[in-house]
Every structure is written in structure tokens, then in C-alpha cells.
């Protein structure tokens, strides 16, 4: 899709995952305008992407493909303010949850050739998990562009527009409930005299085979949880799971439209 001009509205975290994921795997597309309300925020990105443009946000907006890369409370002040400069043609893509596709419609005055995106970060080594939900407008072409831009990231699955929310508990900040863990256990693992080369790809690995294991062997939850008989945090595992059970379903109705 090198023929197609992109804009991003809004400079931050999301941003840096897209270029660089589609860095990496070599679809940087060739235009790109990027707008975000702090300089040095550009600043660092342009650096980085040395061919990007910075601009105003009303240029940002007059791409073909808009990504609104934005929080949501400020969402509905940046996309009101865009409505005036969009093409008649152009596909928006909110990148945020709460506003739905027909507030979002309500917002622009009327526009609707929207869809919504729940990013995912391991996009920025093309393996997210980034669902996304059409409005009624788009046509079977527009979809087929879209997810073509975005399948270099990772997988792109169109979902129901209300179960949004819940995929950006599960994936968007999934990793976070793992990172912190995964980090301490391969700090531990060096102390224990392994080498980064050695403790790294031995937990990669472990993790992946995990995740497979629980969800590819065709055993149980609790059969698998019984494969490995010494369990040195089982202890923690009842506050740690109340913990998920408690605070999760507090984020997701805070995020709720």
C-alpha cells in the first residue's frame, strides 16, 4: 500500500510500535505525517524515522489513512478538532477504547468511514494481536487495504465492535500482567551463573512452549498445571489469581463506552 499517504495523529507509545514494526519487516510506507501537541515528542520520533514528516495536526488529517493514536480523554477535543480537515475518501482508524464507531460518526459530523483498532505492543517485532472493527460503511475493499497495511504488525482479526474493550484488557495490556515477571526470572537465572545467551532463549522458549502447552495439548488447565510437580510460588498463586479476578473487570468497565 506504498500509494497511500498515512497520518497519525498523535506521536507517542502506538506510534513508535507501527514505524517500527513496519521497520522491521520492511513496509514502511513511503508517506507518513505525523502530528503530536509536544515538540520534543516529534522531535524523538523524527529521529528515529528520519523519513517521516511532522506537521500540524490539520495536515496529519488530510492523509488517506488517519490513525488516531490518542487517550481517551482527550479524544473527543483532537477529533473534533480534525473534522474539517479529512478527505471526503479518507479511512480513520481510532486506535483508543470507549468511543464506538457511532460516537466517533457524531464527533467527525457526520463522517463515517471509520474502524477501530485495539493495538497490541508486541506489534513492534511483528507478532500482535491488533483486532479491529469496521463501521457498516466501509466496503469489502476498504477492509481488505486496511488489514493488508496492517498484517506486517501481526495478526489482525476483525471482531464484534463491542467486545473491543475486552480484547484491550486481555491483549493491549496483557503483557504487562507478564513482563515484570518474565524480567525477574531471567535476572534470577543469571544469578544463578547463566549468561544472557544462555538464560534468554532458554526462556523464550519456555515461555512459548507454555503458552502452547496450556492451550494446544488437548489436557485441562489442571492437568496441565500437574505436569510439573515442584511449584516454588504456589503459595502466591491464590492472591496472585483474585488479584486478575478483582482488578481487571474494574479496568474493563472503566474503558466501557
Known amino acids: 500500500m506504498q500509494h497511500k499517504t498515512i497520518g497519525f495523529i498523535g ?5 513508535r510500535i507501527f514505524l517500527e514494526g513496519w521497520r522491521r519487516a520492511n513496509a514502511l510506507p513511503a508517506s507518513i505525517v505525523v502530528s503530536d501537541c509536544h515538540g520534543e515528542t ?25 490513525f488516531v493514536a490518542v487517550h481517551p480523554p482527550v479524544l473527543a477535543e483532537v477529533v473534533t478538532g480534525i473534522k474539517t480537515s479529512l478527505k471526503p475518501n479518507a479511512l480513520v482508524v481510532s486506535l483508543a477504547p470507549k468511543f464506538t464507531l457511532a460516537k466517533l460518526t457524531e464527533l467527525l459530523a457526520g463522517f463515517a468511514r471509520l474502524a477501530r483498532m485495539i493495538p497490541n505492543a508486541p506489534s513492534v517485532v511483528n507478532f500482535g494481536f491488533n483486532p479491529v472493527a469496521f463501521a457498516p460503511t466501509l466496503t469489502p475493499a476498504d ?20 467486545k473491543l474493550e475486552a480484547y484491550a484488557v486481555l491483549t493491549a495490556m496483557g503483557p504487562t500482567y507478564l513482563w515484570f515477571q518474565l524480567q525477574a526470572l531471567r535476572e534470577v537465572a543469571t544469578g544463578f551463573g547463566l549468561s544472557e545467551a544462555e538464560a534468554t532463549p532458554a526462556l523464550k522458549r519456555m515461555v512459548c ?8 495439548s488437548g489436557l485441562t488447565p489442571a492437568e496441565v498445571m500437574d505436569l510439573v510437580p515442584v511449584k516454588p510460588l504456589a503459595d502466591m498463586e491464590a492472591q496472585v489469581t483474585e488479584m486478575y479476578r478483582t482488578r481487571l473487570p474494574g479496568i474493563h468497565q472503566k474503558i466501557k463506552p
Open 209 to 216: 512452549g507454555a503458552a502452547r502447552t496450556l492451550f494446544e
Open 143 to 162: 477492509k481488505t487495504e486496511l488489514t493488508a497495511m496492517l498484517s506486517p504488525l501481526g495478526e489482525c482479526p476483525e471482531v464484534a465492535e463491542e
Open 11 to 15: 506521536g507517542g507509545r502506538i506510534t
Open 42 to 66: 516529534l522531535g524523538r520520533l523524527k529521529a528515529k524515522f528520519p523519513g517521516i514528516e511532522t506537521a500540524p495536526a490539520s495536515s496529519a488529517a488530510a492523509q488517506d489513512i488517519v
